[in-house]
Nanobody, 120 residues
Framework: QVQLVESGGGLVQAGGSLRLSCAAS????????IGWYRQAPGKQRELVAT???????NYADSVKGRFSATIANAKNTMYLQMNSLKPEDTAVYYC??????????????WGQGTQVTVSS
């Protein structure tokens, strides 16, 4: 079954940048993106950004002006560019999208999560 595969997390100092990527496990699949979420230890999963297939976005107040969600022109990969990172951005980040593969619609798929750690 098709899956979403994330990459790009890691350890960065405060003020630094990271870019997360999310693509389907089948390269010919296309995405109908929903958004990016994160979950910090001991906290509930929270919405970071929403993004539509056309590229329209909305952001949580805590990341507005620092994070940017985009989708590739080919609609096969979605990205989360994170700038001016703060220690409070430390969390596991998840992408969420519908996937279309060979005419079959796979709704509400989640990435495996990628750890982002921001040191002070």
């Amino acid at each position: 079954q098709v899956q979403l595969v994330e990459s790009g997390g890691g350890l960065v100092q405060a003020g630094g940048s990271l870019r997360l990527s999310c693509a389907a496990s089948e390269s010919i699949a296309s995405l109908n993106p929903i958004g990016w979420y994160r979950q910090a230890p001991g906290k509930q999963r929270e919405l970071v950004a929403t993004i539509s297939r056309s590229g329209s976005t909305n952001y949580a107040d805590s990341v507005k002006g620092r994070f940017s969600a985009t989708i590739a022109n080919a609609k096969n990969t979605m990205y989360l560019q994170m700038n001016s990172l703060k220690p409070e951005d430390t969390a596991v980040y998840y992408c969420n999208a519908h996937v279309i593969l060979r005419g079959t619609f796979y709704p509400d798929k989640w990435g495996q999560g990628t750890q982002v750690t921001v040191s002070s």
